[in-house]
T-cell receptor
Framework: QQPVQSPQAVILREGEDAVINCSSS?????VHWYRQKHGEAPVFLMI?????EQKGHEKISASFNEKKQQSSLYLTASQLSYSGTYFC??????????FGTGTSLTVIP | GAGVSQSPRYKVAKRGQDVALRCDPI?????LFWYQQALGQGPEFLTY????????KSGLPSDRFFAERPEGSVSTLKIQRTQQEDSAVYLC?????????????FGSGTRLTVV
């Protein structure tokens, strides 16, 4: 039930772009994206509801293809503050919510 | 409150001891989740409440784990006869509405170490 993310880890230089993918084996109602810094709680970035929408949050945006049961997170012109572990979250049913396998993102100067 | 509050922040328990972890969600938040996060892993679903009703407890790893939210606000996760494999960070998250349309706000978690 746990969605699979790729890549597992990525290292970027400041200003570079990255894409993180999330794939589920189950039909999805929605996809969430969260960022977690070491030793801290996950922080909500955005939610995408079914309908193939794309949303943006500063220089971070995401897309959701419900037919393919996939979502992608796009980080442009990365900043040092973007470092952390990114998790997608998916809702295959009404009462459960599963986090993905996680992607570690490190931005270096 | 302004955020989701969890207590204690750290808990060391001797194997076999019972523990109780508290979550105080944002006032008015209907949905409440508990997650278990092992070191280097993503959060794993434990249970879900909508107000005082526990709608899903399929993620609780054994009958030693019990969660309640009697008045639809504060929730307690209880672990009986703790084992070393219970060592993890326990995260609580709440949401304004039913979770299909809203993101979750997480507490800082309780780090449980069973020795």
């Amino acid at each position: 039930q746990q969605p699979v993310q790729s890549p597992q880890a990525v290292i970027l230089r400041e200003g570079e772009d990255a894409v993180i993918n999330c794939s589920s084996s189950k039909a999805l109602y929605s996809v969430h994206w969260y960022r977690q810094k070491h030793g801290e709680a996950p922080v909500f970035l955005m939610i995408l509801l079914k309908g193939g929408e794309q949303k943006g949050h500063e220089k971070i945006s995401a897309s959701f293809n419900e037919k393919k049961q996939q979502s992608s997170l796009y980080l442009t012109a990365s900043q040092l503050s973007y470092s952390g572990t990114y998790f997608c979250g998916t809702e295959p049913t009404g009462n459960q919510f599963y986090f993905g396998t996680g992607t570690s993102l490190t931005v270096i100067p | 409150g302004a955020g989701v509050s969890q207590s204690p922040r750290y808990k060391v328990a001797k194997r076999g001891q019972d523990v109780a972890l508290r979550c105080d969600p944002i006032s008015g938040h209907v949905s409440l989740f508990w997650y278990q996060q092992a070191l280097g892993q993503g959060p794993e679903f434990l249970t879900y409440f909508q107000n005082e009703a526990q709608l899903d407890k399929s993620g609780l790893p054994s009958d030693r784990f019990f969660a309640e939210r009697p008045e639809g606000s504060v929730s307690t996760l209880k672990i009986q006869r703790t084992q070393q494999e219970d060592s993890a960070v326990y995260l609580c998250a709440s949401s304004y509405g039913t979770h299909q349309s809203y993101g979750y706000t997480f507490g800082s978690g309780t780090r449980l170490t069973v020795v």
